[in-house]
């Protein structure tokens, strides 16, 4: 094949070098939450269940919002356009959670910890039904290497009309982790602290899974669990970009794929269409 008529894969958007630097500024010192200080929940919803057996999922990397009024834009056409949106990076304060909550909207943010200037930086779910009250916090096996952050996941559970058994609901922002030996070790711990859930599953979010083997790995581990990974067909990402990925069980995937359109972050959102089986 030419060069002319190879395929270009699109690349993800770079962070803004003054993004970086600030975000660097705020962990040089940061204070670590406890439960259930570390979590915030707000909205109201329409709705206590989903009234259909599909779902619209979407998963977005936020990077920290630092994308601007353009961000905003896109993140409510996100939510519009969704039932259920699962982000990672997702720094807000008290009132900015007020903000990205969106009318008729149930938002849960689980914090990874609390920068210098009081904001939380941390994963977020939300939705367009009420969680049950069993919601929780799993804080990840390993912090980041560097400035030693750690990372976390969110647990909520949704009732479906007609069904006995809920749905569980993992948003999780994994570790970069360079070595596959240590990320296998923190799939573990994740798995081991969530609770026993006999209904369908959704583990989406950012895996940090940087190299195909890396994702073999990790798809490979949650696959002995019964969680399935959903594959992207002709994902346009380059491999060392794919971080974020959808696992489920007990759910027949209809619709899947990238969002290239969308640059106001460093990742693509994904967008799935889900039906309970």
Known sequence: MSAANK??????????YRAVIDSLRQV???ELLSDPVAMWRIGVCESLQFETSRIRLAVWNLCKGAG???????????????????????LLSEKGLVTFCEPGFEAIH???????????????????VSSTPAIQRIVCKYPEPVF????????????????????????LHATLIRRVRSALEEIEHLMTNLPEHDGPVILAGDFNTFTPGYLAAIAGSLRRLGLEYVPIPGD?????????????RGLAVERIF????????????????LVWE
């Not at 009024?69 to 896109?74: C, K």
């Not at 990238?258 to 269409?273: C, E, G, Q, W």
């Open 7 to 16: 395929k270009i894969k699109p690349q993800k958007p770079p962070r803004s």
């Open 28 to 30: 040089w010192k940061i």
């Open 68 to 90: 601007g009024r353009l961000f905003e834009h896109d993140y409510r056409m996100i939510c519009y356009r969704s039932d259920l949106v699962l982000t990672q990076e997702a």
């Open 110 to 128: 689980a914090a990874s910890y609390k920068r210098r200037d009081g904001i939380r930086d941390g994963v977020m779910t939300v939705a367009r």
């Open 148 to 171: 030693k952050t750690p990372k976390v996941a969110l647990v909520t559970f949704y009732r479906m009309r007609g069904r006995r058994s809920t749905l569980m609901v993992v948003n």
């Open 236 to 248: 346009p990402r380059p491999a060392s970009g794919a971080l974020d990925q959808i696992f489920v």
């Open 258 to 273: 990238v969002d290239t359109t969308i640059k106001n972050s460093d990742h693509f959102p994904l967008f799935a269409d």
